[in-house]
């Protein structure tokens, strides 16, 4: 009787694996960790494989698990079952990613979910990090690009980030600034600052490393407030 | 002794229920046949009875045997695996059938575009309705494979298009077409399908040609020609179908000895050598 409870046993094993199998399929054959999934995407783009430097997990449902690997000769950023962009890795200095999803941050009262960007490979010996971003360049028009003094004249948003240290990375979370300018009778400016503001907020996590928008100077500094090392804009 | 006592006690030590229940049943039939042999014999009801449980032996020593014999936890083992395999069968039924039924209904699409085509002439249809009459003046069957990961790609067709696009001004096109292959048994991972594994990068050939994506208007010299690319995936294969040099130029361009095609992130290049059939 134990032989044939045991024979009855192993069948159905066997058949609750099978349909295991199926279901696991017919979910788009999930793996159990984010950093697996990360792999994966990586294999199957044949982008080598990545040591995780950085994490960031999702709350509240609508922003995404994300991930930033390294590999030789890339940074790589991974947006759970969304994106994975590969950041030229600069060899000796620290490189700047833009997150391929964004970020939730507390701001008074509210949440708000906005693009951030981490900055990998920074000196050993940082304590903090700053980033000034200057998006003229992608609302310059084809004289301002001829002209480069004329970038000075195009009204644009522009941001200092103080940096977060984070398992080894920096991370900086871009806020609103332009949010209330202005009261109730904006000027010009300032109503076309809020939109440009609106149109980086909207799109800036699809930001592609061959083609930035922005330019930005990302400085390192040590415990005692010296300067480490400065990074500009490709 | 009572026949219901007897087998009570010789069966009480049998702890999953199922077994206790199959084992009494066998135990009462053993009974009552000797009860039938003994009133056969002329016993009484009660005698028989008796004699029947004296000639079966001591419950309290079965029951001990019975227990040691009878390990409850296969069976329950078993029982668990039922429950298992009920939940298993509902949840598939309930949550993977469909998505797999939708999953099939896709598998049995046609391709967007054909694998490969052989010399003369065929149409092309898209799923716009719009047809297209494509002549093929050369085509060439490419063999070899090269692994790149765990992903194999073949050639499955490489062959010149020509075809005239009409309007008002309508003018000749030709292109070189080459449709990669690229499977994998690790059937939860297919080569991403991206066009983007291919637009990404560059292609070159022995003509010294480039050829790019970002490329609108006819090139001039020494410009990138035109590339695009299509994909497609069935189960654990990924086609990518590369287009190269749309041009209206028909003379200015020959058809190279050999392609490299870059693909993918990982800066792996494939050469599709059509003068030697071959890919490497």
Same mark, same amino acid.
């Given at each position: 009787?134990?032989?044939?409870?045991?024979?009855?046993?192993?069948?159905?094993?066997?058949?609750?694996?099978?349909?295991?199998?199926?279901?696991?399929?017919?979910?788009?054959?999930?793996?159990?960790?984010?950093?697996?999934?990360?792999?994966?995407?990586?294999? *199957?783009?044949?982008?080598?494989?990545?040591?995780?430097?950085?994490?960031? *997990? /999702?709350? *509240?449902?609508?922003?995404?698990?994300?991930?930033?690997?390294?590999?030789?000769?890339?940074?790589?950023?991974?947006?759970?079952?969304?994106?994975?962009?590969?950041?030229?890795?600069?060899?000796?200095?620290?490189?700047?990613?833009?997150?391929?999803?964004?970020?939730?941050?507390?701001?008074?009262?509210?949440?708000?979910?906005?693009?951030? %960007?981490?900055?990998?490979?920074?000196?050993? *010996?940082?304590?903090?990090?700053? %980033?000034?971003?200057?998006?003229?360049?992608?609302?310059?028009?084809?004289?301002?690009?001829?002209?480069?003094?004329?970038?000075?004249?195009?009204?644009?948003?522009?941001?200092?980030?103080?940096?977060?240290?984070?398992? /080894?990375?920096?991370?900086?979370?871009?806020?609103?600034?332009?949010?209330?300018?202005?009261?109730?009778?904006? #000027?010009?400016?300032?109503?076309?600052?809020? !939109?440009?503001?609106?149109?980086?907020?909207?799109?800036?996590?699809?930001?592609?490393?061959?083609?930035?928008?922005?330019?930005?100077?990302?400085?390192?500094?040590?415990?005692? /407030?010296?300067?480490?090392?400065?990074? #500009?804009?490709? | 002794?009572?026949?219901?006592?007897?087998?009570?006690?010789?069966?009480?030590? @049998?702890?999953?229920?199922?077994?206790?229940?199959?084992?009494?049943?066998?135990?009462?039939?053993?009974?009552?046949?000797?009860?039938?042999?003994?009133?056969?014999?002329?016993?009484?009801?009660?005698?028989?009875?008796?004699?029947?449980?004296?000639?079966? !032996?001591?419950?309290?020593?079965?029951?001990?045997?019975?227990?040691?014999?009878?390990?409850?936890?296969?069976?329950?083992?078993?029982? %668990?695996?039922?429950?298992?395999?009920?939940?298993?069968?509902?949840?598939?039924?309930?949550?993977?059938?469909?998505?797999?039924?939708?999953?099939?209904?896709?598998?049995?699409?046609?391709?967007?575009?054909?694998?490969?085509?052989?010399?003369?002439?065929? #149409?092309?249809?898209?799923?716009?309705?719009?047809?297209?009459?494509?002549?093929?003046?050369?085509?060439?069957? @490419? !063999?070899?494979?090269?692994?790149?990961?765990?992903?194999?790609?073949?050639?499955?067709?490489?062959?010149?298009?020509?075809?005239?696009?009409?309007?008002?001004?309508?003018?000749?096109?030709?292109?070189?077409?080459?449709?990669?292959?690229?499977?994998?048994?690790?059937?939860?991972?297919?080569? +991403?399908?991206?066009?983007?594994?291919?637009?990404?990068?560059?292609?070159?050939?022995?003509?010294? +040609?480039?050829?790019?994506?970002?490329?609108?208007?006819?090139? !001039?010299?020494?410009?990138?020609?035109?590339?695009?690319?299509?994909?497609?995936?069935?189960?654990?294969?990924?086609?990518?179908?590369?287009?190269?040099?749309?041009?209206?130029?028909?003379?200015?361009?020959?058809?190279?000895?050999?392609?490299?095609?870059?693909?993918?992130?990982?800066?792996?290049?494939?050469?599709?050598? %059509?003068?030697?059939?071959? @890919?490497?």
């Amino acid at each position: 009787m134990a032989q044939r409870h045991r024979r009855r046993f192993l069948r159905n094993l066997f058949l609750v694996l099978i349909f295991s199998l199926i279901l696991w399929y017919a979910e788009g054959c999930p793996l159990p960790t984010q950093e697996m999934e990360l792999h994966r995407w990586e294999r *199957q783009r044949l982008a080598p494989e990545s040591t995780v430097v950085w994490s960031y *997990q /999702g709350r *509240q449902g609508n922003d995404r698990d994300m991930l930033v690997g390294v590999s030789p000769d890339y940074v790589h950023a991974y947006a759970e079952n969304y994106r994975l962009t590969l950041w030229p890795r600069s060899g000796d200095t620290a490189t700047l990613v833009v997150l391929p999803d964004r970020t939730r941050y507390q701001d008074k009262a509210s949440s708000y979910l906005d693009p951030a %960007l981490v900055a990998v490979d920074p000196p050993p *010996q940082a304590e903090s990090a700053r %980033l000034f971003l200057d998006f003229s360049l992608r609302y310059a028009g084809t004289t301002e690009e001829a002209d480069p003094a004329a970038l000075t004249r195009v009204p644009a948003p522009t941001y200092t980030l103080e940096g977060d240290r984070q398992e /080894g990375a920096f991370f900086f979370q871009l806020q609103r600034q332009y949010r209330h300018l202005g009261g109730e009778n904006p #000027t010009e400016e300032e109503q076309l600052l809020t !939109g440009r503001e609106d149109d980086i907020m909207a799109f800036l996590e699809l930001e592609e490393p061959r083609w930035l928008s922005f330019s930005y100077v990302l400085t390192f500094y040590d415990s005692d /407030g010296d300067l480490l090392e400065t990074v #500009t804009s490709p | 002794m009572n026949a219901e006592y007897w087998l009570d006690t010789a069966t009480e030590k @049998i702890r999953f229920r199922p077994d206790r229940k199959a084992v009494r049943r066998e135990l009462q039939d053993h009974l009552e046949d000797r009860m039938e042999a003994g009133k056969a014999k002329g016993l009484s009801p009660y005698e028989a009875e008796e004699a029947a449980t004296a000639a079966m !032996g001591d419950p309290v020593a079965l029951a001990e045997e019975l227990a040691r014999v009878h390990s409850p936890w296969w069976g329950r083992l078993w029982r %668990l695996s039922q429950w298992a395999l009920a939940i298993a069968v509902l949840v598939t039924v309930s949550s993977a059938v469909p998505r797999l039924r939708e999953y099939l209904q896709y598998e049995m699409y046609d391709p967007p575009f054909p694998f490969s085509v052989e010399e003369g002439s065929y #149409t092309r249809e898209f799923y716009t309705g719009y047809a297209k009459e494509i002549t093929v003046p050369e085509a060439w069957d @490419i !063999g070899g494979s090269v692994d790149l990961g765990h992903y194999r790609f073949t050639v499955s067709g490489a062959w010149v298009e020509e075809w005239t696009v009409s309007g008002e001004d309508p003018y000749p096109v030709r292109q070189l077409v080459i449709t990669l292959r690229a499977s994998t048994w690790r059937f939860w991972e297919p080569l +991403n399908g991206s066009q983007f594994m291919i637009l990404d990068h560059m292609p070159s050939d022995s003509g010294g +040609n480039t050829y790019g994506y970002d490329v609108d208007t006819a090139p !001039g010299e020494d410009e990138p020609l035109s590339l695009f690319c299509e994909t497609f995936q069935r189960g654990a294969t990924t086609w990518l179908r590369v287009e190269l040099n749309q041009t209206r130029d028909m003379d200015s361009w020959s058809v190279p000895d050999w392609v490299d095609i870059p693909v993918g992130c990982g800066g792996d290049i494939l050469r599709v050598d %059509l003068s030697k059939g071959v @890919i490497s």
